[in-house]
C-alpha cells in the first residue's frame, strides 16, 4: 500500500515525489514513457525560454554554461535529479484505471496487468500525448504529422503547416530555414497574440518577403494525398501538400479523468479542483502540473507546474490523518 501513486514521470510528477519523499511518504511513479518522456520528444533543437533556475526542482541546482537552457540539458537535468533522489519510478507502464475503493483508497491498474494499493492518487500526465485533431477526412494518412522533430526530411518539399500559435510558427520557420516551402494555415485572421514576441517580427516578415506562404481564416476541409483542401472565406482553395502538420494545440487525458470520476470544466476539460490543494471532486485523487489547465495549455508551464507538489503533499498528509 502506497501513500501516494503518481501518474506521469514529468517536471510535476517528479517534484511531487521529491515532496512526498521529504514528508515521509511513501510514492511511486507510474510513466507510460521513459522520464520526461514529452520534453525527449520536443523539437530535437529545441531551447527553452525560461532560465535554468526556473526549471529546478527538489532544490536541485540546474547548472549549465549557457543562459537558456537545451532539450538535452533539461533530459540530462530531470534524469539526474530522479536518480539522486532515489525515486521509485516505473518506466514503460501506462495506467489504465484508476478505481476508488470503499475504504476511500485506490487501485490503480497498468496494462501490464499490475494493481498498485494506494491511499491517494495524483495525475500529473501533461497534455503532450493528445494532441488537438481537425476532425476532417484524411487527418490520419501517412503524411499528416501532430508532432515536429526536426526539419531535415522535409527540405525541398511542399509542407502545409495548421496552427497559429507557437507550435506552428516556430515549425514553419525552422522548415522554411531548412529548404522546404512552406505553407502557413491559420482558422484566424492573424497569428494568435500569444506567440513569442521574439518570434512574431520573425514570422510577419517572413510572410511579408514571401518565404512562408500564409493563409488567413481559412479552416481545413479534407487532407488527400498530395494536396489540401481548404474553405477561405467561402471559398474553396486546394493547396500542394508533400506533408502536413497539424500543430492546434494539445489538451488532457479527459478518457482517463472521467473514468476516475472527475468532473471536468465544459469548455476547457480542466479537471475541477480546490485551486488550494488540487485535489479534485473525488476525495484523495489530486491532479498537478500542466493538466490542471485542460486545453489552455497558456497558463501552467514546467515553471508553475512543478510548484504544485508541495503544496498538494501537505494535503494529502492532512488527509491520511483525517482516514488514519
Known amino acids: 500500500m502506497h501513500d501516494l501513486t503518481i501518474i506521469g514521470?514529468?517536471?510535476?510528477?517528479?517534484?511531487?515525489?521529491?515532496?512526498?519523499?521529504k514528508a515521509g511518504l511513501s510514492a511511486v511513479i507510474l510513466e507510460q514513457g521513459s522520464v520526461t518522456d514529452a520534453i525527449r520528444r520536443f523539437p530535437v533543437n529545441?531551447?527553452?525560454?525560461?532560465?535554468?533556475?526556473?526549471?529546478?526542482?527538489?532544490?536541485?541546482p540546474f547548472v549549465i554554461p549557457t543562459v537558456r537552457p537545451s532539450r538535452v540539458d533539461s533530459l540530462n537535468y530531470y534524469h539526474r535529479v530522479a536518480l539522486m533522489e532515489g525515486l521509485d519510478i516505473r518506466c514503460h507502464d501506462a495506467v489504465t484505471s484508476?478505481?476508488?475503493?470503499?475504504?476511500?483508497?485506490?487501485?490503480?491498474?497498468?496494462?501490464?496487468?499490475?494493481?498498485?494499493?494506494?491511499?491517494?492518487?495524483?495525475?500529473?500526465?501533461?497534455?503532450?500525448?493528445?494532441?488537438?485533431?481537425?476532425?476532417?477526412?484524411g487527418e490520419d494518412l501517412p503524411h499528416v504529422f501532430h508532432y515536429?522533430?526536426?526539419?531535415?526530411?522535409?527540405?525541398g518539399t511542399d509542407v502545409v503547416v495548421v496552427?497559429?500559435?507557437?507550435?506552428?510558427?516556430?515549425?514553419?520557420?525552422?522548415?522554411?530555414?531548412?529548404?522546404?516551402?512552406?505553407?502557413?494555415v491559420h482558422r484566424g485572421a492573424s497569428l494568435s497574440p500569444g506567440?513569442?514576441?521574439?518570434?512574431?517580427?520573425?514570422?510577419?516578415?517572413?510572410?511579408?518577403?514571401?518565404?512562408?506562404?500564409?493563409?488567413?481564416?481559412?479552416?481545413?476541409?479534407?487532407?488527400?494525398?498530395?494536396?489540401?483542401?481548404l474553405n477561405q472565406r467561402g471559398g474553396r482553395l486546394v493547396r500542394k501538400a508533400d506533408f502536413v502538420f497539424v500543430l492546434i494545440g494539445f489538451g488532457p487525458d479527459s478518457e482517463l479523468l472521467r473514468a476516475a470520476g472527475v468532473e471536468l470544466h465544459p469548455t476547457s476539460c480542466a479537471p475541477v479542483c480546490n485551486p488550494t490543494t488540487f485535489e479534485t471532486n473525488v476525495p484523495g485523487l489530486f491532479v498537478a502540473?500542466?493538466?490542471?489547465?485542460?486545453?489552455?495549455?497558456?497558463?501552467?508551464?514546467?515553471?508553475?507546474?512543478?510548484?504544485?507538489?508541495?503544496?498538494?503533499?501537505?494535503?494529502?498528509q492532512e488527509r491520511l490523518r483525517r482516514i488514519s
Not at 531551447?47 to 526542482?57: A, G, H, Q, R, V
Not at 510558427?169 to 502557413?184: I, N, W
Request: charged share 20%.
Open 195 to 229: 506567440v513569442k514576441y521574439w518570434i512574431l517580427p520573425d514570422i510577419e516578415n517572413r510572410i511579408k518577403a514571401g518565404h512562408v506562404h500564409a493563409l488567413f481564416e481559412a479552416r481545413v476541409e479534407e487532407i488527400q494525398e498530395g494536396c489540401l483542401v
Open 148 to 155: 515536429y522533430a526536426e526539419p531535415f526530411q522535409f527540405s
Open 9 to 21: 514521470a514529468g517536471p510535476s510528477g517528479l517534484s511531487t515525489a521529491i515532496a512526498a519523499r
Open 289 to 316: 502540473g500542466s493538466v490542471v489547465a485542460g486545453k489552455d495549455t497558456n497558463k501552467i508551464f514546467v515553471e508553475n507546474g512543478r510548484l504544485h507538489g508541495e503544496v498538494l503533499v501537505k494535503a494529502v
Open 46 to 60: 529545441m531551447t527553452w525560454f525560461s532560465t535554468p533556475e526556473l526549471l529546478e526542482i527538489g532544490n536541485v
Open 98 to 137: 484508476i478505481d476508488r475503493q470503499p475504504d476511500a483508497t485506490f487501485l490503480v491498474g497498468t496494462h501490464k496487468g499490475v494493481r498498485h494499493a494506494s491511499r491517494s492518487v495524483v495525475i500529473a500526465t501533461g497534455y503532450f500525448d493528445h494532441p488537438q485533431r481537425l476532425q476532417v477526412p
Open 163 to 184: 496552427g497559429g500559435r507557437n507550435s506552428a510558427v516556430e515549425t514553419a520557420l525552422d522548415l522554411y530555414r531548412h529548404g522546404a516551402r512552406v505553407t502557413l
